[in-house]
């Protein structure tokens, strides 16, 4: 057996009808529903993206001051024993 | 379908991407085949509304995608269309079903004896259930919706020769293990 089915249908399709699923208005509607939740996680990303950005350059800022202050602090005590 | 048709069906789509309103006009005229081509391959008519709606929904979607390729805007909607079908059985994990009307077997079928027998169909029926799901397709979209190989290639993703060669083999399997005359051989 196949991972199909065959059906042999006697009435034909035309005859079944399909006009009482028609709806274009619920087609835009689901359309415009989907734009505006495209639209709402575009932002979203947007966001937090910069969100993610900004933390990156805090991150690095401190790291690059944390790494600065001992060189200063160093700098600060040869001069003080260098000192007459 | 003429030059000129498929032109003007280039400049609804074009003014379709920039207002999704005038798409109503190809919706309504390719809903009804749309609606049968899924409805063949669910068996199931609230479904059908469904995954119709879905493809149409997808359709309006990706319109902004959507290039010209030499071939009518409905055989896009049929490769959509058949997504939204294969995305449903993946998901529900039944078998896929195809719902064959009579009238087109007996057209595809010419018997070489006079009585038509209902065993016959049957065993076609049978034959068919048989056969692997990629050549049901490819038959479906020639006999039932009479697309051309090129067409057929575009819908289901594969090449046109592979088309035909899974046509010609269902169709030589029907001749030979049911002694049947093939009505078609274009």
């Not at chain 1, 575009?42 to 001051?65: D, G, H, M, Q």
Request: glycine content about 4%; some cysteine; hydrophobic content about 35%.
């Amino acid at each position: 057996m196949g991972k199909h089915e065959i059906r042999l249908r006697r009435q034909r399709m035309a005859a079944r009808g399909s006009d009482r699923f028609r709806n274009y208005s619920a087609v835009m509607k689901q359309h415009g529903e989907g734009k505006r939740i495209k639209l709402i996680t575009r932002i979203f990303t947007f966001l937090f993206l910069i969100i993610a950005l900004i933390i990156v350059l805090i991150v690095v800022s401190r790291w690059e001051k944390k790494q600065t202050d001992p060189e200063q602090k160093s700098a600060q005590k040869e001069n003080v024993q260098n000192a007459p | 379908m003429t030059e000129d048709e498929i032109r003007k069906e280039q400049a609804i789509i074009e003014r379709s991407k920039k207002d999704p309103q005038a798409f109503g006009e190809l919706y309504e005229k390719y809903f009804d085949r749309i609606f049968n081509y899924i409805l063949r391959q669910t068996d199931n008519d609230e479904l059908t509304g469904d995954l119709c709606s879905q493809t149409f929904v997808n359709a309006l979607n990706n319109l902004g995608k959507y290039e010209f390729r030499g071939f009518p805007f409905s055989a896009w909607l049929y490769k959509i269309a058949g997504n939204e079908v294969n995305k449903h059985y993946r998901k529900n994990k039944g078998k896929k079903i195809f719902s064959i009307e009579e009238l087109k077997v007996r057209e595809l079928v010419e018997q070489t004896t006079d009585t038509w027998d209902e065993e016959l169909i049957n065993r076609v029926i049978r034959y068919m259930n048989e056969l692997p799901t990629d050549m049901i397709q490819v038959l479906e979209l020639r006999f039932f919706e009479d697309k051309d190989f090129k067409e057929i290639a575009f819908i289901l993703d594969m090449t046109e020769s592979g088309a035909k060669m899974r046509t010609y083999r269902a169709l030589d399997k029907l001749r030979t293990n049911f002694n049947l005359k093939v009505k078609y051989d274009g």
